[in-house]
């Protein structure tokens, strides 16, 4: 939620891609909490349209900002578009267990290329390849100038837990969990090491239909903005409650501000403008989140409500959501996008009937 703050209060371009990578870095680690939390209950992230060439070019950039500068990376990257069908924040984890593969068989330095091809994949290659089918795929090389891998290795270079890096360097588990993900994908991942010269690792995900576009991020300026409403923070954490207050205050909401259940149900006692939006944490002590929504529910039904959550914000909608009067659940860490989004939704309906219109 800072990344939007800090934009708006620094000008020159230097420091806003600092910005840019900041909350393209927060977006990612959100996004594999999200993961862990979904695979934790077996379940699957969402599969969508993704351009392994933009992943690419965001993860080149990642390692020039994070790998020692006697790593230099270069990319080639194709004027193609083509789409593979997939979880891009799995997608991204693959080419990260890779790159940080090939930083460490480079311990003295050297170089990392990210290179994104077009391949058609014979039927005779696609059968000798498990899980592999005949057709277009998007191959993705990276390659390091390292050491190379012994070829006595090859066979076991995606066994869990095997590693050819010293006691504390290396788990044994990037390949195998990278090849994992792959084969969901319906790709898989082959080594091509040249000892003393380096080694390509290539993975090969099958091309998706092209009429099929990736989802475009959106525009700051796009984001809705309030026209006075009173708004209800509520979060034991005193960090959160101040960027979102900060938030919604720049984006034209007044905001008031609670540490607990109690004092929020104190303060909406009290005389003075009404409160449209109660936002409020789910694990506080005191009194949690669904109590507080229960009671205010009870007492004050024209008030909107709204839930955050670092575990299944989608538990807060259903079951019981609807009797505690819970309209909207948001996953923490949120944006502030989605934040301003829901408010604006719930403060302004659309017509009913208009759906579909």
Same mark, same amino acid.
């Given at each position: 939620?800072? @990344? ?46 993704? %351009? ?25 990257? @194709? ?113 091509? @090491? ?11 995900? @099958? ?43 720049? %984006? ?82 949120? %944006? ?15 017509? %009913? ?5």
């Amino acid at each position: 939620m800072a @990344p939007p703050l800090l934009r708006s209060a620094v000008k020159d371009p230097e420091t806003q891609a600092l910005v840019d990578s900041i909350e393209a870095s927060v977006t990612r680690g959100a996004a594999i909490i999200r993961q862990l939390l979904l695979f934790g209950r077996g379940k699957d992230g969402p599969r969508e349209p993704v %351009s392994m060439r933009a992943l690419v070019r965001e993860m080149a950039k990642i390692a020039e900002e994070t790998f020692p500068k006697n790593i230099r990376i270069k990319t080639e990257l @194709p004027n193609d578009m083509s789409l593979v069908m997939g979880d891009s924040t799995q997608l991204h984890q693959v080419l990260l267990n890779l790159a940080v593969n090939a930083r460490d068989a480079m311990p003295n330095g050297g170089e990392i290329l990210f290179r994104v091809t077009i391949a058609d994949l014979a039927a005779q290659k696609a059968g000798a390849t498990p899980g592999a089918t005949p057709g277009p795929h998007v191959r993705v090389d990276v390659q390091d100038t390292g050491h190379g891998v012994d070829p006595r290795h090859l066979d076991k270079l995606f066994d869990p837990y095997f590693t050819t890096k010293k006691q504390g360097k290396g788990t044994g588990i990037g390949l195998s969990t990278s090849m994992g993900i792959v084969r969901a994908h319906g790709g898989f991942i082959t080594a091509n @090491p040249l000892p003393d010269r380096g080694t390509t690792f290539s993975v090969w995900l @099958p091309v998706t239909s092209a009429d099929q576009t990736p989802r475009a991020p959106e525009s700051s300026s796009e984001m809705p903005r309030g026209h006075g409403e009173h708004i209800l923070v509520v979060d034991d954490e005193p960090e959160v409650r101040n960027v979102l207050c900060r938030i919604l205050s720049q %984006s034209g909401y007044h905001c008031a501000c609670c540490a607990t259940g109690p004092a929020a149900i104190e303060l909406l006692a009290q005389p003075g403008p009404p409160v449209r939006v109660l936002l409020t944490d789910i694990l506080m002590p005191e009194m949690d989140g669904r109590a507080l929504a229960r009671t205010v529910h009870t007492r004050y039904p024209d008030i909107l409500i709204v839930t955050m959550t670092g575990y299944d914000a989608n538990q807060d909608t259903a079951d019981n959501g609807q009797e505690l009067g819970i309209l909207a659940a948001l996953q923490k860490p949120l %944006s502030a996008r989605e934040l301003l989004t829901t408010l604006h939704r719930i403060l302004h309906p659309a017509p %009913s009937g208009s759906a579909g219109k």
